[in-house]
Nanobody
Framework: QVQLVESGGGLVQPGGSLRLSCVAS????????MRWYRQAPGKQREWVAT???????KAADSVKDRFTFSRDNAKNTMYLQMNSLKPEDTAVYYC?????????WGQGTQVTVSS
């Protein structure tokens, strides 16, 4: 059974940094592209980045100069390093993957950027 679990969220001041993690179980991590999404209060969920098994990560223009994405296939974990955080980055951050026609989501982790 595929499960995704995010962690690392919290409260941070503008300009600060956080690192999120997403651990995937179910044996799919090394064979599936992984994605980050986020959902701000009162807004639709938006795509943040896609991290392929190999190759170039694609990220939204709003974050690509401030966020860094990586994955460790040996640990079944992907990471989101967020720097220069802004209040508009406040959201619940989710990891996601698709496998055999089904989409899987974690429970999300809250990131709040506020002074």
């Amino acid at each position: 059974q595929v499960q995704l679990v995010e962690s690392g969220g919290g409260l941070v001041q503008p300009g600060g940094s956080l690192r999120l993690s997403c651990v995937a179980s179910g044996g799919i991590f090394s064979i599936a592209a992984m994605r980050w999404y986020r959902q701000a209060p009162g807004k639709q969920r938006e795509w943040v980045a896609t991290i392929p098994i190999r190759g170039t990560t694609k990220a939204a223009d709003s974050v690509k100069d401030r966020f860094t994405f990586s994955r460790d296939n040996a640990k079944n974990t992907m990471y989101l390093q967020m720097n220069s955080l802004k209040p508009e980055d406040t959201a619940v951050y989710y990891c996601n993957t698709d496998y055999r026609g089904q989409s899987y989501w974690g429970q999300g982790t809250q990131v709040t950027v506020s002074s």
